[in-house]
């Protein structure tokens, strides 16, 4: 079973939708859980991240942790085109020496469309 | 703001030959990772690096890379005798301290090897 999974789509919505990314995970250990945005051929950049179960609201962004269902659900309320890029879910938790390593999903690709 | 800054954005490297991959993490910031993404796959863990030694590393990882602070500012990746299959973009990423969670990636560096 992989460590982290994404469903890799393209998922292509109309601008001012509504979009649900998810997420699954394996590692009960994992106590992190990150969102990062990938625009083409740049580095990921971190969107929101939260500890534990609960969630997250930042913006038009908001970050769902079901711990219990290893789950990760992140939402972006009215789309942008400016929001079309790859979202990463990587969650990660406290390796040996303490270090956070996040690992990621494979990302789904998201176009919003004017 | 401050940024990972990483160098050469493109290296073509002939197989058998080593590369040096180079990175300029934010300047407070303790821990440092690779990662790699080959084209249409998802980022890879590579290396963690705090305290100047390898706090983690990845099956990936293996004789053929190592990692070097040499000055206390750079942050070097090197792939000694590269392969085809080396071909990936590398990330350099960043972060303060244990319980600051937040990973800045750089921009990346394409390497072709060929």
């Known amino acids: 079973q992989k460590e982290v999974e994404q469903d890799p789509g393209p998922l292509s919505v109309p601008e001012g939708a509504i979009v649900s990314l998810n997420c699954t995970y394996s590692?009960?250990?994992?106590?992190?859980f990150m969102w990062y945005r990938q625009y083409s051929r740049k580095g990921p950049e971190l969107l929101m991240y939260?500890?534990?179960?609960g969630n997250k609201e930042d913006g038009r962004f908001t970050a769902q942790v079901d711990k219990s269902s290893k789950y990760i659900s992140l939402f972006i309320r009215d789309s942008q085109p400016s929001d079309s890029a790859t979202y990463l879910c990587a969650p990660g938790g406290a390796a040996s020496g303490g270090s956070y390593i996040p690992t990621f999903g494979r990302g789904t690709s998201l176009i919003v469309h004017p | 703001e401050p940024e990972v800054t990483q160098t050469p954005s493109h290296q073509v490297t002939q197989m058998g030959q080593e590369v040096i991959l180079r990175c300029v993490p934010i300047?407070?910031?303790?821990?440092f990772y690779w990662y790699r993404q080959i084209l249409g796959q998802k980022v890879e863990f590579l290396v963690s690096?705090?305290?100047?030694?390898?706090?983690?590393k990845s099956e990936i990882f293996d004789d053929q890379f190592s990692v070097e602070r040499p000055d206390g500012s750079n942050f070097t990746l090197k792939i000694r005798s590269t392969k085809l299959e080396d071909s990936a973009m590398y990330f350099c990423?960043?972060?303060?301290?244990?319980?600051?969670?937040?990973?800045?990636f750089g921009q990346g560096t394409r390497l072709t090897v060929v």
């Open positions: 990423a960043s972060r303060t301290g244990y319980m600051n969670t937040e990973a800045f």
């Open positions: 939260t500890y534990s179960s």
């Open positions: 300047s407070n910031h303790l821990y």
């Open positions: 690096f705090y305290n100047n030694e390898i706090s983690e």
């Open positions: 590692n009960s250990a994992f106590q992190y």
